[in-house]
């Protein structure tokens, strides 16, 4: 029964020449149809059920998070998927993390001559320890300046070229130099590259030996202010280390703009002056002739979660597979909170959690399609995207032979919208795949607003295209149907002033879940399009990640 659900828009697929014809047009009657119709109407109690306060806000590890996981997997156990353990005929993937908990940070001092005063913990500098030990000590660890800190072959960029920092501190900008200049022939031009984003930074700055790294912090190219990184909890989660496994700097951290150019007065520069020289393709890392040190006091402690995962087996190619991603977690509960202490996370992310039981069921009433289809549940995404993490890097299935993927996380609840906003858009073809039914929909697709926050590298879907996996991070708009655009902007900023991340965000019996039931009938009609294809979606030709899946072609041949 192919195309159970997207044969609502009567559309023919052509395989073996790239996604679906674009001659393959829907009539108006077909179209008026899927917009409106109720992709699954179980998605309403799933979603209800996750955002609930029985559940705690779903903490990785807690109490609540625990029954969220046993809610979902007794439903991947209910329509039949196989288990991602089926020795034990379990759909849990165990999910090992470490907390940390920096209970005592130093100033953060210098030496020299030319040395600037010591900068205070938050007010001027941020910083922690992703090792997992009870204290670490900088001392007379010199400063050099390394520009953006990237190292990116494939635009012919060394920041670190000819440099030894072994046991040093270095200290770069945020974001690439392509939003810096804005030419769009450097780097991706305004649109952040993974190269842009703080967490590779701290990791290259690791593969080269620093013993210490300093991001600074400028709110345009962050994309948020200094409150957000100052203002949160220093607590951090990780995926389990042994404790002698060195292989992150000591000392993680950012400076604000104001202590950049108190460093930089050291030679003589103020920080346009150091931005100037970092992009100007001629780039030499420089000394600033100073030594950093400070001491920071850690307690951890190691915790268990799960990711769920369950699957459909191929019936041709039972390897290769697409993946439906959704994070199962949020923020849990805070105790000194009196008026209301859950943080619930119905729109982030029992909204997409939801959404990916719903695609499981459906799937499950229909044949099984040639290619399996794996649908994780993955835990820890707003501790770090540790869930997506720890199964990128021990997989059902060969990512090699991952076809593609569909990542949910926060779905839209305000009614139909015209836009379907694509995150990171021009990235890899499964835009393509996903056009077709878009205007299916009489709707039509837009690039994300503000690529140059990088929201493509924030999500669960990132790891898996670090993996080479190309990936589709889509969501509707804001261009509602009937209400307009004004409308829908209104209630994301409203949802983003008031509920994100905060008590607020709580499952509204008023919400129009149309919106949501019309985007599940499109990531169900391209990974059911996938699933019983030959095609291979593929990044865009230069794209960061296309090297790492040039890397497992052998692997689909």
């Known amino acids: ?65 625990e029954k969220a996981v046993s809610f979902i997997e007794n439903h991947f156990r209910e329509w039949g998927l196989k288990p991602y353990d089926e020795e034990n005929n379990s759909y849990r993937q ?27 913990y ?27 800190g990237i190292v990116a072959p494939e635009y012919d960029w060394n920041d670190y070229e000819g440099l030894d920092v072994e046991g040093k ?35 290259e ?20 202010g200094w409150g957000v990184v100052a203002g949160g909890s220093p607590v951090k989660f990780d995926l389990k280390r042994d404790n002698k496994n060195m292989d992150r700097a000591a000392v993680e951290g950012w400076i604000t703009e104001k202590s950049a150019n108190a460093l930089f007065a050291s030679v003589g520069k103020s920080l346009e002056e150091m931005k100037e020289q970092a992009v100007s393709g001629e780039f030499k890392p420089q000394s600033l002739d100073i030594q950093a040190a400070m001491t920071i006091n850690n307690k951890y402690e190691y915790l268990d979660t799960n990711n769920v995962i369950g699957y459909i087996e191929g019936t041709k190619y ?15 509960m805070d105790p000194v909170r009196e008026d209301d202490p859950i943080y619930n996370g119905a729109q982030d992310n029992a909204s997409g959690t939801a959404a990916l039981m719903a695609m499981a069921e459906e799937f499950s009433k229909q044949p099984r399609p040639e290619r399996s289809i794996v649908f994780a549940a993955v835990g820890a995404e707003e501790s770090g995207l540790l869930g997506s993490a720890w199964y990128a890097n021990n997989p059902l299935l060969p990512l090699g032979k991952a076809v593609g993927g569909i990542n949910m996380d926060v779905m839209n609840v305000y009614g139909p919208m015209k836009d379907m906003v694509v995150v990171g858009y021009g990235n890899s073809n499964m835009d393509d795949y996903l ?25 669960d879907h990132f790891n898996l295209a670090k993996k080479g996996v190309p990936m589709l991070y889509a969501k509707g708009g804001n261009d509602h149907f009937t209400k307009g655009r004004e409308w829908g902007e209104e209630q994301r900023a409203i949802f983003n ?23 599940m009938s499109l990531f169900y009609a391209v990974g059911e399009e996938l699933a019983n294809s030959r095609e291979w979606p593929k990044w865009a030709p230069g794209n960061e990640f296309e090297a790492a899946r040039k890397a497992t072609q052998d692997m689909r041949k």
């Open 1 to 65: 029964m192919k195309y159970a659900l997207a044969g609502l828009i009567g559309l023919t697929v052509l395989t073996g020449c790239g996604p679906a014809s674009e001659e393959a047009k829907p009539t108006e009657k077909a179209a008026a149809d899927i917009k409106d119709s109720a992709f699954n109407p179980n998605y309403k109690n799933y979603l209800k059920t996750l955002a609930s306060d029985e559940f705690e806000g779903r903490a990785p590890a807690s109490e609540g998070g």
């Open 94 to 120: 165990p999910l090992p993390l470490v907390k940390l908990m920096p209970y005592k940070v130093s100033s953060l001092s210098f030496s020299g001559e030319s040395a600037p005063e010591s900068m205070e």
């Open 122 to 148: 938050r007010t001027e500098m941020m910083a922690w320890t992703p090792r997992v030990v009870e204290e670490v000590n900088l001392n007379d660890s010199d400063v050099v300046f390394v520009g953006y």
């Open 169 to 203: 501190t270095v200290v770069m900008f945020v974001n690439d130099p392509g939003y810096a200049t804005g030419d769009p022939e450097l780097f991706n031009g305004n649109a952040m590259t993974y190269y842009g984003r703080w967490t590779y930074k701290y990791e």
């Open 205 to 224: 700055a690791a593969r080269q030996g620093a013993k210490a790294a300093f991001v600074i912090h400028e709110t345009g190219p962050a994309g948020y």
């Open 318 to 332: 039972p390897e290769e597979h697409v993946i439906y991603m959704a994070h199962h977690d949020h923020l849990g």
């Open 435 to 459: 056009k077709l039914y878009v205007e299916a929909q009489d709707r039509y697709i837009a690039p994300e607003p503000t690529p140059e926050k990088g929201f493509f590298y924030r999500s």
């Open 497 to 519: 002033r008031d509920a994100y991340h905060k008590p607020a965000d709580e499952f509204d019996e008023n919400w129009d879940l149309r919106g949501v039931q019309q985007d």
